[in-house]
């Protein structure tokens, strides 16, 4: 089992930057990526970002690309996604991920376990 635990989320201006983090812990070594994912109301969870437990390996969806930056810090079983300059549609409810497998990491049914998710909310 592995469990994920995010932190950092709240209540920026447009314009502004938060950094998330999700600190992993169980069996951390089967890990294969990490993954990053959003929901608004209304709306389904979408896939925001993606690394690979060596670090070597990122993906972005093409709306948060070049804004939001994923990395890892295997010393600390920790992933952050640092968001920079964040919009009003950036608003959501942001959830860490993490999967056993090795491909399709912008597919949700790939991942195995969740976070308990962290609140986003971006003023205009």
């Known amino acids: 089992q592995v469990q994920l635990v995010e932190s950092g989320g709240g209540l920026v201006q447009a314009g502004g930057s938060l950094r998330l983090s999700c600190a992993a812990s169980g069996r951390t070594f089967s890990i294969n990526a990490m993954g990053w994912f959003r929901q608004a109301p209304g709306k389904e969870r979408e896939f925001i970002a993606a690394?690979?437990?060596?670090?070597?390996?990122?993906y972005y969806a093409g709306s948060v690309s070049g804004r939001f930056t994923i990395s890892t810090d295997n010393a600390k079983n920790t992933v952050y996604l640092q968001m920079n300059s964040l919009k009003p549609e950036d608003t959501a409810v942001y959830y860490c991920?993490?999967?056993?497998?090795?491909?399709?990491?912008?597919?949700?049914?790939?991942?195995?376990?969740w976070g308990q998710g962290t609140q986003v909310t971006v003023s205009s």
């Open positions: 991920a993490a999967t056993m497998t090795g491909s399709r990491y912008e597919l949700a049914p790939r991942y195995e376990y």
């Open positions: 690394i690979r437990r060596s670090g070597v390996g990122t």
